[in-house]
């Protein structure tokens, strides 16, 4: 499963760009050293503790006790309510058009400016608006409200900032940076961004059809990783974030938290085709999933409280990445169990015997 991501990794660095390529860098380093910490470090302090008989036992927390639930028989349902937020989002992203992008993919300038005490955000918008500023997103940060964030798909920082003052004199109005993206740049990140995803969904499938020996186990996979990624995407849509670089790093994470979990399910699949050789594979399939579920809800129970606290306590700068995250990882979470392994039955179309 980690190898999966490492795959991912390697094609972001050589087609992402920017901060993709620093988040490829960053998630092989940290995939190497978690492998590492957790085959030879872990290994090491069990076997100190054994050796002094401080411990006698590993009893594994069991959220969830055995569970005999028909996966396979609600999968249809489950379709239905995947494809039916998959369409809710995407209508609301096309129907944003330009505006569901920001100022990384779409072009234009940023300016961050500080106010001698806290503004309201309408009289900054309404000001804006009279000066003949029509699409404009306006931020305020929540731990230092008195730092307002202004983006715009023009070039007019000096007007701008000459406005402000005039309707602020008393405010001592501070530039604190601008930055400028060109159109031509900002499509050539949006470029390089999408086949970066794809090119990392095409990765993924093939190993995982090798891996498995079967091709059915690639094509489900990466179809609930679609399936995640879209959702997400929908979300922030829904709610009125816009995508940028950092959202496309967001959904490179939930992939790579994906298909680590369905790959647990999968390999209990293939265990179990060689335990179980007279079940059908929709048998072995609800099997499989029963088995891992306490697994899979108690590793993304652990790993949304840290995301959870991103979201909460990341500031401004990282609200867009933690709820995506958010997002992701529960659907992510539901996909490994009601998708991506229901999927492979699907795509098989035969039962095994």
Request: charged content about 20%; overall charge positive; hydrophobic content about 50%.
């Amino acid at each position: 499963s980690n190898f999966t991501t490492l795959i991912a990794a390697f094609l972001l660095f050589q087609f992402g760009t920017g901060p993709i390529r620093g988040f490829a860098v960053t998630l092989t380093i940290g995939l190497i050293a978690s492998m590492v910490t957790a085959i030879v470090a872990t290994r090491t302090i069990f076997e100190i503790l054994l050796s002094l008989r401080w411990i006698k036992s590993l009893p594994m927390l069991r959220i969830i006790k055995d569970t005999k639930i028909d996966f396979i028989g609600i999968r249809r349902i489950c379709y239905v309510i995947s494809l039916a937020m998959i369409i809710i989002g995407l209508a609301a992203f096309f129907r944003k058009g330009k505006e569901a992008y920001g100022i990384d993919f779409s072009g234009g300038q940023l300016q961050e400016y500080s106010f001698k005490s806290p503004v309201e955000i309408d009289k900054i918008r309404s000001l804006l608006k009279e000066a003949g500023f029509g699409s404009v997103t306006i931020q305020q940060f929540k731990e230092n409200p008195r730092v307002v964030l202004i983006k715009t798909p023009s070039y007019n920082s000096d007007v701008i900032t000459s406005k402000l003052k005039e309707k602020f004199p008393d405010q001592d109005v501070q530039v604190l940076r601008i930055e400028r993206v060109g159109p031509v740049a900002g499509k050539h990140l949006k470029g390089k961004a999408i086949n970066a995803l794809i090119w990392s969904f095409i990765a993924i499938m093939i190993y995982v059809a090798f891996r498995f020996k079967h091709f059915d186990f690639g094509v489900a996979g990466v179809i609930a990783l679609v399936h995640d990624v879209l959702i997400a995407l929908g979300a922030l849509a829904i709610t009125g974030r816009q995508i940028d670089l950092l959202s496309i790093t967001a959904f490179l994470t939930i992939a790579g938290y994906s298909i680590n979990d369905t790959i647990v399910v999968y390999d209990r699949i293939r265990e179990n085709m060689r335990l179980m050789r007279k079940s059908t594979l929709s048998e072995l399939i609800n099997i499989s999933v029963n088995q891992t579920l306490s697994r899979t809800i108690l590793t993304s129970g652990v790993t949304l409280l840290v995301v959870i606290a991103i979201f909460l306590f990341g500031g401004e700068v990282l609200s867009n990445f933690a709820f995506a995250l958010l997002v992701g990882f529960i659907v992510g979470t539901y996909s490994s169990v009601y998708v991506a392994a229901p999927l492979v039955l699907a795509w098989s179309g035969k039962k095994r015997s």
